[in-house]
């Protein structure tokens, strides 16, 4: 069971998904629950279009198309985290951070036919910045963003003046993916009775760093948004194994994130929920949720929030997605849904995670 090494501040985030190839587009239409769907070509086997939300780029695909996202995130979140700044700038800033990718599992990719090896490199080509000697791929999946958290961690422990690019980038619009989920009847497709998901795409980047740095923290006028612990653990069921889901493995990963943090479910504001419209994860979450609220007050139930009505199931990007969005909120205090939230994030081999976030007062 992974757990918190510590606290980690989010100094600046950016996303590129179907709604917006920047958080300050993207964001202001997600809070108003917006959404991008729309076809791409991809039809069922008797010809009926399969609803997307796609970027509006058909010039590059595979890892190309990763890296293109990913780039245009890590822009925007630099951007927002250093405004004015010159390239020459972002060049010397860019040195001294190390860029962690989140990627599918490498069962995953193989099932696609996507090798990832070189997407760190091909990121910093695009945008022409070279980041430190501690980048690295993680290739854990959505709910290996726990393990990610701690990767980050023990790097801002190890150097607690420095930040650290924590981005995911994934794109669910792959024929190779999208006909074997059209045989599994997985998907959203109109004219069908049956539930499913809506395939999407995005990336996102958050810069992190250590809360104790010392200096001035985060940027001066913003909320003071923490990721305040986190935790990850193993479900036994899954979406096509026949076993019972009693959500022990998503109520194990909740309950150690609580307690690195510190708080209890009756603390809980709001939780961000990667659920994509598939009956089994709404129920793993559900399971998780009544199991946990069980002595909690009623009228505390926390708000719930999800992405995939509004930019489709972004696969590994979620996480992070949810994280850059939450940030942004946070911000504004109109949209803001509450001082203390939880994400939790599920994926297909069992593994889940959660994470406490939290919005501290103004800074002066």
């Not at 909320?223 to 935790?231: I, K, M, P, V, Y």
Request: proline share 5%; with cysteine; charged share 20%.
């Amino acid at each position: 069971m992974d757990r918190a090494r510590s606290e980690l501040r989010v100094v600046s985030a950016g996303v590129c998904c179907a709604l917006g190839h920047e958080l300050a587009a993207a964001g202001p239409a997600i809070a108003a629950n917006l959404d991008a769907f729309g076809t791409a070509g991809f039809l069922t086997d008797t010809g009926v279009p399969i609803p997307v939300a796609a970027l509006p780029s058909g010039r590059v695909w595979g890892v190309s198309r990763l890296a293109h996202w990913a780039a245009w995130a890590v822009r925007d979140c630099l951007v927002n985290a250093y405004p004015g700044l010159t390239q020459e700038g972002l060049i010397g800033i860019a040195r001294s951070c190390a860029l962690l990718l989140l990627t599918p599992t490498a069962e995953a990719l193989e099932d696609r036919d996507i090798t990832v090896d070189g997407l760190p490199e091909a990121v910093a080509n695009l945008l022409g910045l070279q980041f430190s000697n501690a980048t690295r791929l993680l290739p854990f999946g959505e709910a290996g963003l726990s393990r990610a958290l701690d990767q980050a961690a023990a790097l801002l422990e190890h150097a607690p003046e420095g930040r650290v690019l924590l981005v995911s980038a994934d794109s669910l619009l792959d024929v190779q993916l999208i006909e074997r989920m059209v045989e599994e009847e997985r998907l959203r497709v109109p004219g069908s009775d049956r539930d499913g998901f809506t395939p999407g795409e995005a990336a996102a980047a958050v810069l992190l760093e250590n809360p104790l740095r010392p200096g001035p923290a985060g940027i001066v006028g913003q909320a003071d948004f923490r990721l305040l612990g986190w935790g990850g653990a193993e479900e036994a069921a899954r979406w096509n194994n026949g076993l019972p889901n009693r959500s022990q493995g998503l109520t194990r990963a909740v309950r150690a994130a609580l307690g690195a943090a510190h708080v209890t479910m009756a603390d809980v504001d709001y939780r961000l929920s990667d659920q994509n419209g598939e009956t089994f994860l709404v129920r793993d979450a559900a399971n998780a949720m009544t199991r946990l609220m069980a002595d909690v007050d009623p009228d505390r139930s926390p708000v719930l929030i999800t992405l995939a009505d509004k930019i489709g199931d972004v696969g590994v990007s979620v996480g992070v997605v949810g994280i850059a969005l939450l940030h942004y909120l946070s911000n504004r205090p109109a949209f803001c849904p509450g001082q203390l939230g939880l994400i939790h994030l599920a994926q297909d081999d069992g593994l889940r995670c959660a994470i406490v976030v939290g919005t501290l007062p103004m800074a002066a």
